[in-house]
């Protein structure tokens, strides 16, 4: 697959260029020594707004910012790369970070100069990048970006190009020449495995299912982190078909997925030493006369029976196999995975928060933690019991959703718990994963949430 490029970025130093970005707070700020304390409006740093200010030789960009936190450094990069994008085009300019932390703002600016050009005739030259800062941080932004650029073309790419079979092969593709091992099962070894919760939901389209493993293990004797994704490279809805409106976006239903793969990337190009599986089981939803029908019984891969009541939520049956065999596989420290899952954790968190659900507080604390280093926010919802009761069924063992919405996404999370014994998170990415529009830090469309995140969480601890 062809991947979306980074903009070029070179170092450089001192106040040298003729077009400079720099930022500006309050009471902080090369361009306030330069020119005393410049009549700047108070929401100038409140709205992070931008101005031109042109002298002899210089043209200087100035952005506002709050404070030095690294939220405001990933702004002040952001903003100063769209603003000269618009304002003065495909141009040379020097990024400095002054008094803001450095990573921040070059990994701000790169994740901001995303777009997802290849199908069009005519792609805009981008600005390049002078940056006044370490290589160090240049060359982890790089990986870090590319890694987030990765995942957004996933979800980005035309279902038509993108079925289990392509997403299987691309992932092959993409880590042929790393240390890292991939192995994919396609429908025969599915149904041979007992992986019954994926067959069920991929056997409905003419694109079968895989199920993709990507081993990223570079210490011995050391337990893996398991990271699993949810791969719904299209999400019809099955027999409950999705109405207009809501089947749109489904080619993104394979957001958590793509988190999955493109942090593993990241993580083996940056040289992690730790151990990390990804597993990704990746179907189609669609209606069909051999799709799977409400009211069908599955035997799961652990030996629970799961009465399908909606076809629509079929995220939580290609996940729960995929927890539980790779658990049994490969016997993980701790277990994370990612979903778009439900579209009630949007109404509860609304598009900028993720839902985090976890059997262990030790491993949500470090989850949040990471969060908040990287601007990802997540939000804990708990996994009651009074909700686990809408999940029983006289004829199985559990069903995958309730006849009543409420509490929709604890629902979701409550049904995957069943599936692992380990300490475990699940982070609900479906308001976050995708985009009705722009963003600071991405674009209409896939936005990558949580690959930073996962990257955050494996090498902080
Ligand atoms: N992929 C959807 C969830 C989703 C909705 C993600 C909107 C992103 C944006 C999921 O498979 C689904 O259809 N969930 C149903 C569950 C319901 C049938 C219990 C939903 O959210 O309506
Ligand atoms: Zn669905
Ligand atoms: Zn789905």
Redesign the pocket.
Known sequence: MEWSSLPKVELGKDMEGRILALPVSKDKGIIRKLWGTAPLEDDFFEKNKARIIESEHKIIVAVGVKDDSKQEARKFGAIAYRFIERALGPVKFHLIPDFLPEYEVIEGALLASYSFDKYKSRKDPKPWIVFHGSREAVEKAKVVAKAVFIARDIGNEPPNEHYPEKFAKMVLDLFADMPVNVFVGDENWIQEQGLNGVWYVGKGSVNKPRFVVIEYLPVENQKPVLLVGKG?AF?A?GV?L?PRG?LE??K??IMGGAVVVASLWALAKLGIKRNVVGIVPCVE?MPDGGAMKPGDVIRMYNGKSVEIF?T????RLILADALAWGERKYDPEFVVDFA?????C?VALGRDIAGLFSTSDELAGKIEKAAVETGEEVWRLPLHSSIAKLLETPVADVRN?SDD?AG?AI??AIFLSNFVTKPWAHLDI??T??SKKDKLLSRKGATGFGVRLAVKLITME
């Open positions: 719904v999400d809805g409950h999705k809501y976006d489904m993104m239903d939803n909606d629509d939520a079929e995220g778009t899952l439900t579209g009630a949007i959703v919405y929709g629902q979701g479906a308001g994963g995708m």
